[in-house]
T-cell receptor, first 112, second 112 residues
Framework: DADVTQTPRNRITKTGKRIMLECSQT?????MYWYRQDPGLGLRLIYY???????NKGEISDGYSVSRQAQAKFSLSLESAIPNQTALYFC???????????FGPGTRLTVT | RKEVEQDPGPFNVPEGATVAFNCTYS??????FFWYRQDCRKEPKLLMS???SGNEDGRFTAQLNRASQYISLLIRDSKLSDSATYLC?????????????FGTGTQLKVEL
């Protein structure tokens, strides 16, 4: 089984809808991250969490919120989806002292 | 100047060729460096970490030049299966919060 899983894998939604992307991990890592990837722009950090009580904004957090329900679960919400949030979303985990990050398979989100 | 810059390519090389990618970074105090591999529409996967003066793993060699602020990835005896996008990733100085900065990637196509 995969160490980092994401659900759903694909989602099409309409402008203005609320949507939640979920991430679960079995690696036992404390640190979890949400990224989005757009063609030509690379991976950009949305939010990150170093433990259950710690939530931090990344470089593009506007329009997104997160919840760290447990060490193993980190959810990303789009409160009111807009078309420019169409992207590939990745969850990742890491653990000190290594900075290496391990990614989930991604969620392809389309907002029409 | 972007924090991490890469030539987007594509690099089209014949099977068996040697190919090298460079990546420059802007923060001279950056501590750790990585190369990730990303196949089309898949998650990034760690290829190599690059510490101090570089390291080698089979056909892959990564070099770090702190004075010039660049890292390189050399692939010898290219295989068709090496076709992918290679992401240069930089870890900020201590206090940067374990947030990685990703380059936009260099695309490699290995051809028969």
């Amino acid at each position: 089984d995969a160490d980092v899983t994401q659900t759903p894998r694909n989602r099409i939604t309409k402008t203005g809808k609320r949507i939640m992307l979920e991430c679960s991990q079995t690696k036992g890592h404390d640190r979890m991250y949400w990224y989005r990837q757009d063609p030509g722009l690379g991976l950009r950090l949305i939010y990150y969490s170093f433990d259950v009580k710690d939530i931090n904004k990344g470089e593009i957090s506007d329009g997104y919120s997160v919840s760290r329900q447990a060490q193993a679960k980190f959810s990303l919400s789009l409160e009111s989806a807009i078309p420019n949030q169409t992207a590939l979303y990745f969850c990742a985990t890491s653990d000190a002292p290594s900075y290496e990050q391990y990614f989930g398979p991604g969620t392809r989100l389309t907002v029409t | 100047r972007k924090e991490v810059e890469q030539d987007p390519g594509p690099f089209n090389v014949p099977e068996g060729a040697t190919v090298a990618f460079n990546c420059t970074y802007s923060n001279s105090a950056s501590q750790s460096f990585f190369w990730y591999r990303q196949d089309c529409r898949k998650e990034p996967k760690l290829l190599m970490s690059v510490y101090s003066s570089g390291n080698e793993d089979g056909r892959f060699t990564a070099q770090l030049n702190r004075a010039s602020q660049y890292i390189s990835l050399l692939i010898r005896d290219s295989k068709l299966s090496d076709s992918a996008t290679y992401l240069c990733v930089v870890n900020p100085p201590p206090g940067g919060g374990n947030k990685l900065t990703f380059g936009t990637g260099t695309q490699l196509k290995v051809e028969l």
